[in-house]
């Protein structure tokens, strides 16, 4: 059983509805369906179909006239199968056919209007990500009464109008390139509905119950050409060979293009992973010298919204935080600048020595107990203009001997203001990398009653400039391109070449959306890094486009797979009407093991009260596996007003 509800556009309820219950089972007046058939297109959207009736729809004082709704439900389902609207006027009187025309028709005659700037005559530009701006499209329209915005899939490609006036089919039609495969239209609940092609299983077919005429040659094609965008704007041609049918046939060329409104097929492999960043750290008390110090950053990634120097460790260690690495570290040489100043220090461990050197003369030092002020430190013999302090080496001979390991250095203080300390330090985050270095004195909070003064140890400061490793070394081509913002003054790859070779990047005209500096490579080289000119505290997220090569070989692929093999249009049939899942694909079985064939149709039959499948040759689809990598970093569709690509 069917029934078939007529209602004016967009309408909660029916004027009438007309039910097949059976030859034998209608009223004498009874409005009944005689048969018809009715088309369902991949992401069951509507499409055309007829109706046969046996009078005109006529009721409460409403009568059928073209641009009606005609829906159809199977047995008692609350939900339609189908949504049409009525192409022609009605006949008279007796029996007759309803034209149906799926609402996509109507849809794609709205219009939608971009937005003016407030002198009123530049047009903004409209620019969003395929799902947003499709539904963007969508809610400026005046799209039919009823008529809803339903399902729009996520696309990573980034379009872009620049218009006054468009109509709706016109702005479809332009972006739906950037879903390979893709269509679009309404469906049996009012809504309009972008389609993504999937390769998922949805019916299976035996030899009996489908009908299946031999494939035909289409145009056959073993090689394929075409042009397409580098990341840097230039022009460039991509090729693709099967070298088995080459091999058989000879190389039979398909010239082809990209989509008009893909401008460029990019992807940036390196997103999602860690960078290691080398940046050099450097300090004002030790002019010339400097260290480096890696960091681990996902700076490649868009997400990331820190800086390359985001954690870096500037502290320095000396004296009683850092353990010796050989004696002669823990000295400190004492520059006073006038007067005689009396040093303190940190009591040494238990049979540690300590002396004292100046003017070549070797002296030993007292230790003198504890400075009842200030707990823990002890004063030594009160001295003038240049000495060292140091540990004996007997002492810390005798140290490593007894614990197997050499201590730590000490701190200091003094009486005066007026002195300078040379010391060793080393970074922290590296404590192999000794620096000798020159600190002033500043008197120790706290201690203003008895006056003391530490050496001040300034943290290491980020040097300008930082190298980023990659963790694949990768084929970039001439034109792939790095952006970044205004504080990267210059980018150079690192070769992957043994040395490692310099190769700088050209500088290219900013991105006129974001305002990030673009830099391109001038030829093809593989690489390992990059360096960045600049201030690292600064640098952001860096930017990679790369030809997508894999992209571009899958969407090559996708272009022959069906050039290669004969053209199949199959068809299965169900024994009675039952709703169908126009998508995916339709698996029949043959004696050479299964075929899985693209389906491209469903049509309900009202007048045989049965249902089938129609499904060809498939397409490349969109996933890992064919066209969609080509479009996976879709940067930017630009189109002009009017609805012209560009």
């Known amino acids: 059983m069917y029934r078939v509800t007529f209602s004016r556009p967009g309408a909660a309820l029916p004027y009438e509805i007309a039910y097949w219950r059976g030859a034998g089972f209608h009223a004498l007046a009874e409005l009944v369906p005689l048969g018809g058939t009715l088309e369902v297109l991949p992401g069951n959207l509507s499409g055309s179909g007829h109706l046969t009736l046996n009078r005109v729809p006529d009721r409460g004082g409403q009568r059928l006239r073209p641009g009606d709704w005609v829906r159809v439900y199977l047995g008692d389902a609350a939900a339609a199968v189908y949504l049409g609207e009525v192409a022609s006027a009605p006949w008279e009187e007796g029996q007759g056919d309803v034209q149906l025309t799926p609402l996509k028709d109507r849809v794609a005659k709205a219009a939608w209007r971009g937005d003016l700037a407030p002198d009123g005559k530049t047009v903004l530009p409209f620019r969003a990500k395929f799902r947003p701006y499709l539904q963007g499209v969508l809610a400026r329209a005046v799209l039919p009464p009823g008529v809803t915005v339903g399902e729009i899939p996520e696309v990573n490609a980034t379009l872009q109008a620049l218009t006054l006036f468009e109509q709706v089919g016109d702005t479809l039609a332009a972006a739906l390139p950037a879903l390979s495969g893709g269509t679009w239209g309404v469906n049996a609940a009012a809504q309009v509905k972008v389609h993504q092609l999937t390769d998922a299983l ?19 094609a073993n090689c394929v050409r075409f042009e397409y965008a580098r990341p840097d704007a230039t022009r460039a041609f991509f090729e693709l060979r099967l070298p088995l049918e080459i091999a058989l046939f000879g190389e039979a060329w398909a010239e082809e293009t990209l989509p008009a409104s893909v401008t460029t097929t990019q992807t940036n492999p390196y997103a999602g992973t860690l960078q290691g960043v080398q940046l050099t750290l450097g300090t004002t008390q030790a002019p010339g010298w400097t260290t480096p110090q890696y960091l681990n950053q996902p700076a490649t990634s868009p997400v990331w919204a820190g800086k390359l120097a985001d954690g870096v460790n500037t502290s320095l260690a000396w004296g009683t935080a850092r353990q010796l690495r050989q004696l002669g570290e823990e000295a400190v040489t004492v520059l006073v600048s006038s007067g005689i100043t009396t040093p303190y220090i940190t009591r040494p461990l238990p049979g540690l020595a300590l002396e004292t050197v100046k003017g070549g003369v070797v002296s030993s030092v007292y230790v003198s107990p504890n400075d009842d002020r200030y707990p823990g430190w002890v004063a030594l013999a009160s001295n003038s203009g240049t000495f060292t302090l140091r540990y004996t080496a007997a002492s810390v001979t005798a140290f490593r001997n007894a614990t197997g390991r050499l201590p730590e250095g000490f701190d200091i203080r003094f009486s005066g203001e007026n002195v300078q300390v040379e010391l060793t330090a080393a970074p922290t985050a590296d404590p192999v990398r000794t620096v000798r270095l020159t600190a ?48 990267v003054t210059g980018v150079t790859a690192v070769l992957n070449t043994t040395p490692a ?38 640098i952001g997220w860096i930017g990679i486009n790369l030809t997508d090569e894999a992209g571009l070989a899958a969407y090559a692929y996708g272009l022959l797979r069906w050039r290669t093999d004969v053209v199949r249009s199959w068809v299965g049939r169900y024994p009675d009407l039952r709703p169908l899942e126009v998508s995916g694909m339709a698996r029949f079985d043959t004696p050479q093991g299964d075929t899985d064939l693209q389906v491209t149709r469903g049509v309900y039959d009202l007048t045989s009260l049965r249902s089938s499948i129609e499904a060809g040759t498939p397409q490349a689809l969109d996933d890992a596996e064919a066209l969609g990598n080509a479009f996976l970093s879709v940067e930017r569709t630009l189109r002009k007003p009017g609805g012209t690509n560009g």
């Open 440 to 487: 002033p004195v500043a008197l120790v909070p706290g201690t203003a009653s008895y006056p003391r003064y530490a050496p001040t140890i300034t943290p290491l400061t980020v040097q300008p400039g930082a190298s980023m490793t990659f963790p694949i070394s990768y084929q970039w081509r001439s034109g792939d391109t790095v952006n970044t913002n205004a504080a």
């Open 202 to 220: 949805t019916h299976r077919f035996t030899r009996e119950v489908s009908d299946r005429p031999a494939a035909k040659v289409g145009d056959y």
């Open 501 to 538: 070779t310099m190769q700088p990047l050209t500088r290219l005209v900013d991105d006129p959306d974001t305002g990030r500096r673009r830099w391109a490579l001038p030829a093809d080289f593989q690489l390992s890094g990059l360096q960045l000119a600049g201030d690292p505290a600064q």
